[in-house]
C-alpha cells in the first residue's frame, strides 16, 4: 500500500461541525480550514497541488484548468454536498481523479424546505413579517394579508429523484395533487403510491400547476431549464419554487416576470450568482428569499460528514468509493 493511502493528506476547504473535523483529524493527515474564509483561486490551487484527498463545498469553483493543474498525487475529490455542478467531472475523468458526494442524507430537509417556501409564499409569510416588525401593523381586519390556500392546488415537481419523491409525499399530506416532469417515468407502483401524474412534455405540465417546484441537478441540459419563454408558460397566479440550484432558472428573467404579475410569487433558497442576488428579486414583493439553507440542519450536516469520512475510508482500502459520482449520472 503506498504511502499515502496509510494516512492520506486530506485539505478541508470550509469549516465543518466540531465533530466531524475531530474525527477527521483522527483518521487522515488532515488540514482544516479554522477561519472557514473560502479558498480563493491560488489557494485552491495550491490544496490540489498537495493533497491526495481535496474536501470542498458548494463554494468552491473546481473548473476544468484548476482540475487540469492539480498534482499527480490528487487521486479523490470527496465533495462535502450532494450537488457536484461546480466541480468539473471531465476533467477530474481525464487526470483519473475519483469524485464521490453525499447523497441520501439531506433529502428530508430539502423536502421540508421546499413544503415551508410551497406554504410560505401563497399565504405572504415574508409580507405579514415584515409588516409586523415595521410597527405598521393595525391589527386583525377582514381583509387584511389575505393569500392563497395550498390545499387542492396542484404542484408540478421538476426532476422526481429522492427529493421530489419526498416532496411529493409531503405534499399529499397537505392536499396538493402531485404532478412530475423528469427525464424516466417512474415505475407504476411508485408513481401509483405518490398519485402522481407524468409530464413528458415539461412546457405541457408548466401551463397546468398552481406551483412549481424545482428539484433536478443544475447540468448542462438544465442550465437555464425556467428561461423568459419557460417562465411565460406559467398561469399568472403560479408560483415558483427552487431549492436545487439557482442556475437552472434564468433570474433576471423571473425578476422580470414577478415584476409585470406575470406569475404570483416565488420561494428561493438557491441564487444564480451566491452570494449575489438579483436587486429586483429583492426588491420583488410576493417573494420568499433563503440563504441556501435547505440542508442546513446539524443531523444532516453531521451526516454529510459521515458520507465525506466514509468515501475517504473505502478509498483509502483501495475499494470504489459508496458515493463515486460517475459522468454522465447526474
Ligand atoms: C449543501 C447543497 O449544503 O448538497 C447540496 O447539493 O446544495 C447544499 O444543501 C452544499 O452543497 C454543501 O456543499
Redesign the pocket.
Known amino acids: 500500500m503506498p504511502e499515502t493511502r496509510k494516512r492520506p493528506k486530506v485539505i478541508v476547504t470550509r469549516r465543518l461541525p466540531e465533530t466531524l473535523e475531530t474525527r477527521m483529524a483522527e483518521l487522515f493527515d488532515v488540514e482544516l480550514n479554522f477561519t472557514d474564509e473560502a479558498f480563493d483561486r491560488a489557494r485552491l490551487a495550491d490544496a490540489m497541488a498537495r493533497a491526495d484527498v481535496l474536501v ?4 468552491d469553483d473546481l473548473d476544468a484548468e484548476l482540475i487540469g493543474g492539480a498534482g499527480e498525487r490528487l487521486k479523490l475529490i470527496a ?5 457536484v455542478d461546480h466541480i468539473d467531472l471531465q476533467a477530474a475523468r481525464a487526470k483519473n481523479i475519483v469524485v464521490t ?2 447523497p441520501g442524507v ?1 433529502t428530508d430537509d ?1 423536502a421540508d424546505m421546499v413544503m415551508s417556501l410551497i406554504l410560505s409564499v401563497p399565504r405572504r409569510f415574508s409580507e405579514g413579517e415584515k409588516l409586523l416588525r415595521s410597527g405598521e401593523w393595525k391589527g386583525w381586519s377582514p381583509c387584511g394579508m389575505l393569500g392563497h390556500r395550498i390545499t387542492g392546488k396542484r404542484l408540478g415537481i421538476i426532476g422526481m429523484g429522492r427529493i421530489g419523491q419526498a416532496v411529493a409525499q409531503r405534499a399529499r399530506a397537505f392536499g396538493l395533487t402531485v404532478h412530475y416532469h423528469n427525464r424516466r417515468r417512474l415505475p407504476e407502483a411508485v408513481e401509483a403510491a405518490l398519485e402522481a401524474t407524468y409530464w413528458p412534455s415539461l412546457d405541457a405540465m408548466l401551463g397546468r400547476v398552481d406551483i412549481v417546484s424545482i428539484n433536478c441537478p443544475h447540468t448542462p441540459e438544465t442550465h437555464h431549464l425556467l428561461n423568459a419563454e419557460r417562465l411565460r408558460l406559467l398561469q399568472r397566479h403560479a408560483y415558483l419554487i427552487n431549492t436545487a ?1 439557482g442556475e437552472i432558472v434564468d433570474e433576471a428573467a423571473l425578476a422580470a416576470a414577478l415584476a409585470r404579475d406575470d406569475i404570483a410569487g416565488a420561494g428561493l433558497d ?1 441564487f444564480e450568482h451566491e452570494p449575489a442576488v438579483h436587486p429586483d428579486l429583492l426588491a420583488a414583493k410576493h417573494v420568499v428569499l433563503v440563504p ?1 439553507m ?3 440542519t446539524f443531523e444532516g ?1 453531521l451526516a ?1 460528514g459521515e458520507k465525506v469520512t466514509t468515501n475517504i475510508r473505502v478509498w483509502m482500502d483501495g475499494h470504489r468509493p459508496p458515493d463515486q459520482v460517475l459522468e454522465g449520472w447526474v
Request: proline content about 5%; cysteine-free; overall charge positive.
Open positions: 470542498p463545498t458548494v463554494t465533495n462535502f454536498g450532494a450537488g458526494n453525499t439531506l430539502t440550484r438557491v441556501h435547505g440542508s442546513a450536516r454529510m
